[in-house]
Nanobody, 123 residues
């Protein structure tokens, strides 16, 4: 089970960190991914992180502004968004897959999903 926290109404330009807490013994062996769905658009892949936290990968549109990290001892994964823009307004969702190195953007590979959290960026 993945439970998300963070988000809400935020100002453009500031940083924001979303959290995703996992239950269960296998978290440290799972790769994690973050996705978002903007109003009127399909869900899109933001980026992912392998089981160790040493290998992160991002879609081109967010490189340099989004950072994914994890703390396996706490069973948590984080998404930090720097320099927020109104275009970042979306529902953000974390996901876990059993393949430890991460499959990337294919949602079918992720067996566990967070409940989603709304982030609204005002200009």
């Amino acid at each position: 089970q993945l439970v998300q926290s963070g988000g809400g109404l935020v100002q453009a330009g500031d940083s924001l960190t979303l959290s995703c807490a996992a239950s269960g013994q296998s978290f440290s062996t799972y790769a994690m991914g973050w996705f978002r769905q903007a109003p009127g658009k399909e869900r899109s892949f933001i980026g992912g992180l392998d089981w160790s936290g040493r290998s992160a990968y991002y879609t081109d549109s967010v490189k340099g502004r989004f950072i994914i990290s994890r703390d396996n001892a706490k069973k948590e994964v984080y998404l930090k968004i720097d320099s927020r823009k109104p275009d970042d307004t979306a529902v953000y969702c974390c996901a876990a897959e059993e393949w430890p190195h991460g499959s990337g953007s294919d949602t079918r590979q992720y067996g566990y999903w967070g409940q989603g959290t709304q982030v609204t960026v005002s200009s």
